[in-house]
């Protein structure tokens, strides 16, 4: 099982109780009209059974393109989150030479999931779809932020080539181990959670060396400076991991909020990066 099919599986069980919702709202899905949208513009159907490149190509056939729908659908742009994945994408479609260049049906594959439950067979194209909206995060919440380098994040990006590929991996790993370190924030993971962990990932269709990879990273210590360091002087990078945190814990507790707090320092993102992500997922009020 590959670190895309095994973030996926992850993601799918449920970290935390607000997962789902934290997606459903970077997704623009508090209302619903965009995540609907989203389902059926890429492929994504009730059960997630589809997605993947074809429905990112149906997306883009979609008269005046995907974000020109999206903000057709939502009464068109502004500061209001559900519009931010239309504006977003219509912004790094053209930092890219066109939206048939980003990871459409990544996205659409996630929407479809989050609508009708998703399966074993999504893990893949879920965890593909989280790593383009984590990079559709970064990229909205980074603009006009001077840290911003202008790039559209990996994930976001559908990758060109094995390089692209391989690094678009590693990437997902460190969204992996940031998620499993935001989890470790508040003390170790008690047995009772890791037994309800794992039996999601069998249901996800995590393989035995895939789960055996999550119980090894759910036992080591705090790797927060690791993260870090990975991260550093790649403000792209950094918001994902900052967003894929929040999606991982409930922050309910002072030993979460500490631990937020300590991860968006070391890791150099502004306090206003940081209230937009937390806008993202619905932590904080537009």
């Known amino acids: 099982m590959n670190i895309s099919d095994l973030l996926g599986a992850v993601m799918q069980s449920g970290m935390a109780p607000s997962s789902d919702q934290r997606l459903k709202n970077a997704l623009g899905g508090g209302g619903g009209n965009l995540l609907e949208s989203l389902g059926g513009l890429l492929g994504g159907q009730p ?4 997605g993947g490149q074809q429905g990112g190509q149906q997306g883009e056939q979609q008269g005046g393109g995907l974000g020109d729908v999206l903000s057709g659908i939502l009464g068109g742009g502004g500061g209001d989150l559900s519009s931010m994945l239309g504006d977003v994408l219509n912004q790094a479609g053209q930092a890219v030479g066109g939206k048939q260049n980003l990871a459409l049906g990544g ?8 609508l009708g439950g998703g399966g074993k067979s999504l893990g893949g194209a879920f965890g593909g779809g989280v ?4 990079g559709a995060m970064a990229f909205n919440a980074l603009k006009g932020s001077g840290q911003s380098t202008g790039q559209v994040p990996l994930g976001l990006l559908e990758p060109q080539t094995e390089a692209d590929q391989q690094e678009l991996e590693q990437r997902a790993e460190l969204v992996l181990k940031a998620m499993i370190n935001a989890a470790k ?22 393989d035995a060396e895939g789960q055996s990879y999550v119980l090894t990273q759910m036992q080591k210590p705090l790797e927060t400076e690791q993260l870090i360091s990975a991260a550093g002087g790649q403000p792209e990078l950094a918001a994902q991991l900052y967003a894929a945190s929040l999606m991982a814990i409930e922050v309910d507790t002072p030993a ?11 890791l150099g993102l502004t306090p206003a990066v940081i209230l937009r992500i937390e806008q993202m997922v619905g932590l904080q009020p537009v």
């Open 47 to 50: 059960g997630g059974q589809q």
């Open 107 to 114: 996205l659409g594959a996630l929407a479809g999931a989050l």
């Open 131 to 134: 790593m383009a909206l984590l």
């Open 185 to 206: 924030a508040d003390g170790q993971i008690d047995q009772k959670e890791i037994q309800r962990i794992v039996g999601k990932l069998q249901e996800a269709g995590a």
């Open 256 to 266: 979460e909020k500490a631990y937020l707090g300590e991860l968006a320092s070391g």
